[in-house]
């Protein structure tokens, strides 16, 4: 489940339309031995259009402990590597490059780049008994945040303390349910971009570095 989008003419009206060019990312994620991982990374363009999608997968001494199907849809066959999931290592780095210089839309973006900027590496070794600090790998980014905009903090369940919820914001602000059937990252990704421009150029000003 690895995908690109070739249509040129979509990459020529997101130069057009945004400069840097503006993509939107969602993570699910995973319980292992070392904690909580990647288990599925999904980007989508300006137009909401699936630019990279892929599972993951992790060598050993790394074990999945949980995918927590119910709240990421990952089953373990998704991140067996006979079945497509890509490495980690691989992934990553793709991402360094997709990413550079993009401003990234996000839902809880912290905790998305938190997991795609794992020091995988020195997990491992700290797992064969070597004493290591993790050093997490630079994304050079600028992000924005649907969960952190002021204005979206109305949608925001009473004991929600971070903010609302993609899915309340995709009920309030577009006016459609999501995470209806089984939970997909990409679904997540675009809603996150049509969130985020119903109120572009506000949360650009609220949020702008």
């Given amino acids: 489940m690895h995908t690109k989008s070739n249509d040129s003419r979509s990459q020529e009206a997101q130069v057009m339309t945004s400069s840097p060019r503006k993509i939107a990312i969602d993570c699910e994620m995973m319980r292992s031995n070392i904690g909580q991982v990647l288990g599925r990374v999904s980007v989508v363009n300006y137009e909401g259009a699936t630019i990279f999608d892929t599972f993951v997968c992790y060598p050993e001494p790394i074990t999945i402990t949980n995918t927590h199907k119910q709240f990421s849809g990952i089953d373990l066959n998704d991140i ?38 794992m020091d995988l590496p020195s997990h491992i070794l ?84």
């Fill in 80 to 117: 067996d590597p006979q079945n497509g999931a890509q490495p980690f290592s691989e992934v990553q780095a793709h991402l360094v490059e997709l990413l550079r210089d993009c401003i990234v839309i996000g839902h809880d973006i912290q905790k998305d780049l938190e997991v795609i900027s």
């Fill in 126 to 209: 700290r797992l064969r008994g070597f004493a290591l600090r993790l050093t997490p790998v630079t994304f050079d980014i600028t992000v924005r945040d649907t969960q952190k905009y002021s204005r979206y903090r109305q949608y925001a369940n009473r004991s929600a303390h971070q903010g609302p919820s993609l899915k309340n914001l995709a009920l309030e602000v577009l006016g459609r349910p999501i995470k209806e059937g089984r939970v997909s990252s990409v679904e997540d990704a675009i809603a996150t971009m049509e969130v985020y421009r119903k109120a572009e150029a506000d949360i650009d000003q609220e949020q702008g570095k």
